[in-house]
């Protein structure tokens, strides 16, 4: 049974939360496990192509779209086998090189740090894979034979894509 302040605190939730951020968070297992099973061999044969032993990976993005990188960075530092990094600027590190595999992220697509990390990548023949639900940096993937698009759902607030 809940108590009178417990339905407080629940009414006073939902009406602080107009954006339904709780919803987007309680839904966050399954949108990984839908992300998952979208990136397979067969809906997307180019990732057999790219796989092969990287020296690192580096993630390109900023605010959220960076949050994925943090994420499996920090697993990596515990359990990986190659340095995972994120960069959050409008250039590529100095140490950079092609033998990185690029992860750009950016739930708009123009998102304008990811976009000119990314072109610089892209103009030394990077092989890079974009995470995005459209935007100049979906459009990008065109326009290179070493970029390779997962698309993601639009509609959410980017803060909790």
């Known amino acids: 049974m809940v108590n009178k302040m417990e339905e407080g605190m ?3 939730a939902n009406a602080l939360d107009e954006q339904d951020m709780i919803g987007f968070t309680r839904s966050f297992v399954n949108d990984i496990r839908i ?3 979208s990136v397979n061999r067969e809906l997307l044969p180019w990732i057999t192509e790219i796989e092969k032993s990287w020296t690192g ?3 390109l993005g900023m605010g959220g779209s960076a949050a994925g990188g943090d994420f499996v960075s920090a697993l990596c530092d515990q359990e990986g086998t190659i340095p995972i990094r994120c960069n959050r600027g409008y250039d590529l590190p ?3 090189t092609p033998d990185w595999l690029i992860v750009a992220t950016s739930y708009s697509g123009n998102t304008e740090e990811t976009l000119s990390a990314c072109e610089q ?3 030394q023949e990077a092989t890079i894979v974009v995470i995005s639900s459209g935007g100049i940096l979906s459009g990008m993937c065109e326009l290179s034979d070493t970029m390779y698009l997962i698309s993601c759902p639009g509609g ?3 803060r909790s894509a």
């Open 10 to 12: 629940i009414r006073l």
């Open 121 to 123: 990548a892209m103009n």
């Open 57 to 59: 990976v580096l993630f």
């Open 156 to 158: 959410q607030p980017p």
């Open 35 to 37: 992300g998952r099973e």
């Open 94 to 96: 100095n140490w950079w």
